[in-house]
């Protein structure tokens, strides 16, 4: 099932990471049942939309994620320090694979949410789809802010955190990102019922 | 002096990541260029198509694929009984954690309403009158107006709305209101009846009311609505440029104008309220029963009444009139201000949507010397002047 993106994060206490330092499995099973869902879309968004591919890369970031928290200081924000695992994860994954995998040429996206005969319900799903599409083809530099503002809710400092840059140039991105997806989705603005 | 173009900060913008003094030089920039509201419309429209990125769920299975691959080897000596009395102790923390984000939140708030204009989920009230209820709560001096919740004024109460931090809008007695919608790329109020007068200072398009019979959005204004209990609307506008949409039917209003709107029917077409008395109701009669003999008529002393300023009026009745009275409108229309060369008389009778926008283009100027996009008047010198009078082509 599909959820709309939410600017909510959850928190995760420094007691939760102090016992995740430790091993403990039932500590690491809570911090994963917070951020799977987010790690996992970004995971499916970052791979062209394949989902077995994308299961793989969010296994393997959890397992990272695992070890590495030893390592957490408390020196960032610890969503911060999370995500750039992620971005870094996405990022290798890219460069394993040499190309993106174009989107939807692997496994169609399956949709499980209500699918309301209305049109705009319809005309809503649809324009969902296109805008995955849509975010699929830009160029990483231009997705992964994207991807970090919709999916994670990340404020502009935090996402120049993640990715290592300045806030400078994460609006610079996030314009050029905004402007790609109104050129590449303009066919759909007279199709007014999906934001009536 | 005209400031520096503010493209790169649009997403900033509209995402509330500048100051609040960069935000309001921002606004008053894209007001008047013309050149950075083109890219705002753009950069605000993939905004939206980026809010409709669904977050999707992970499968079950994946935690299962987790612990296998961890391996025994990993499992530390740390047993559920010693866990549970640390889970109670996290679950605590997390309460006073979260107590703590909601009390900094509250004051952040407080200290720097503006830098946060765009994450609440509602909207400042302030009580000006009388006893003013959001839902069946009367509010204090102050109250919250969130979304899908009604603000509602009897007949001696009155209260003020900030519309986030781009403005405010002035609730008359005896009105209802509801807030629809909060958001980087619009806000949205309903106004079912009564009357409200607002006060917007941000770029084009922000900021929409909904009535009944017609959606007013703004284009940098102040301005005043009314709807009355059978949903009919009137909109007067005493600065800047108001359009009045249902469908495909729009109205461009500017300073110095009105417009009524009827249920099912949509915006009527807009005046200016210094215009004579028998042409206004003249113009009633044309929207009411155009097709008419009565209709005609009243074209016929339409005309008669028009002034240079009423190409307003003019400009919007050659779409409004039956096909046969529009050559007498592009006439009259044409003796007042020639079209631009690019544009034909066939091609306007025929009702091009190019050759009308380009009329209209040059025509701005005239209804609103300060006018979109025109402070330092381009517009205005970009008319061209009538030489000797105009003659109507046969």
């Known amino acids: 099932m599909e959820q709309r993106a939410v600017m909510v994060q959850q928190p995760i206490d420094g007691n939760v990471i102090e016992a995740c ?132 809710g990340l404020s502009y400092e935090e996402i120049a955190s993640v990715m290592n840059c300045s806030k400078g140039t994460v609006a610079s991105r996030l314009n050029r990102g905004h402007s790609q997806l109104a050129k590449r989705l303009a066919h759909l603005n007279n199709a007014s019922t999906w934001n009536d | ?155 001696s109460s009155r209260a003020q709305i900030a519309v986030s931090s781009i403005g405010t809008v002035d609730i008359d007695e005896n009105t209802r209101v509801r807030l629809l919608e909060t958001a980087p790329t619009e806000h949205r109020l309903e106004l079912e009846r009564g009357k409200m007068s607002a006060m917007i200072w941000a770029p084009p398009r922000l900021f929409f009311v909904d009535t009944p019979s017609a959606v007013a959005a703004d284009l940098g204004c102040a301005y005043t609505l009314e709807v009355d209990d059978h949903g009919a609307g009137r909109l007067r506008v005493t600065s800047g440029w108001v359009a009045l949409q249902l469908k495909e039917r729009e109205s461009i209003v500017p300073a110095g104008a009105a417009c009524e709107t009827r249920p099912g029917v949509g915006p009527g077409t807009p005046y200016f309220e210094d215009a004579s008395k028998s042409f206004q109701s003249a113009l009633k009669e044309i929207d009411l029963q155009q097709n008419s003999a009565a209709g005609k008529q009243a074209l016929n002393a339409l005309l008669n009444e028009a002034r240079w300023r009423d190409t307003l009026t003019l400009w919007h009745l050659l779409a409004r009139v039956p096909h046969d009275d529009r050559a007498l409108v592009y006439d009259k229309l044409a003796g007042f201000v020639a079209p631009p060369p690019d544009v034909t008389r066939e091609g306007v009778l025929q009702l091009n949507n190019f050759m009308l926008a380009r009329w209209k283009s040059v025509l701005e100027a005239h209804w609103n010397p300060i006018g979109i996009g025109d402070k330092k008047g381009l517009l205005k010198k970009s008319l061209v002047p009538l030489k000797k009078p105009y003659v109507p082509e046969r």
């Open chain 2, 1 to 155: 002096m005209f400031s520096k173009h503010v493209t790169k900060d649009i997403s900033a913008y509209c995402h509330g990541e500048l100051s609040p003094e960069a935000a309001r030089q921002f606004a008053e920039h894209i007001i008047a260029c013309a050149k950075c509201r083109g890219e705002f419309e753009e950069i605000k429209q993939g905004i939206k198509f980026a809010e409709q990125l669904p977050q999707l769920e992970a499968p079950e299975s994946l935690w299962k694929g987790i612990e296998a691959r961890l391996g025994e080897e990993r499992r530390v000596d740390v047993s559920r009984r010693a866990w549970r009395p640390r889970l109670v102790a996290v679950a605590v923390a997390l309460v006073v954690v979260a107590g703590l984000g909601l009390w900094r939140l509250w004051e952040k708030t407080s200290q720097n309403h503006l830098s946060n204009q765009f994450a609440q989920q509602w909207w400042q009230v302030q009580r000006l009158d009388g006893a003013p209820r959001i839902g069946s709560q009367q509010i204090g001096t102050t109250g919250r107006l969130g979304i899908g919740e009604w603000l509602e004024t009897d007949g």
């Open chain 1, 21 to 152: 330092q430790q091993g403990d499995r039932d500590a690491f099973q809570l911090l994963f049942e917070t951020y799977k869902d987010k790690v996992f879309s970004i995971a499916v968004y970052s791979v062209g939309g394949d989902r077995a591919l994308a299961d793989d890369v969010t296994q393997q970031i959890f397992l990272k994620l695992f070890t590495a928290i030893r390592d957490f200081r408390g020196d960032s924000q610890f969503t911060t320090w999370l995500y750039r695992l992620v971005v870094n994860a996405c990022i290798d994954e890219r460069r394993r694979r040499k190309r993106w995998l174009p989107w939807g040429e692997i496994v169609a996206m399956k949709h499980t949410g209500d699918r309301k005969p209305q049109e705009k319900q319809f005309a809503r799903v649809e324009v969902a789809e296109a805008v995955r599409e849509a975010i699929a083809e830009l160029k990483p530099k231009f997705r992964l802010p994207i991807l970090l503002k919709y999916i994670e």
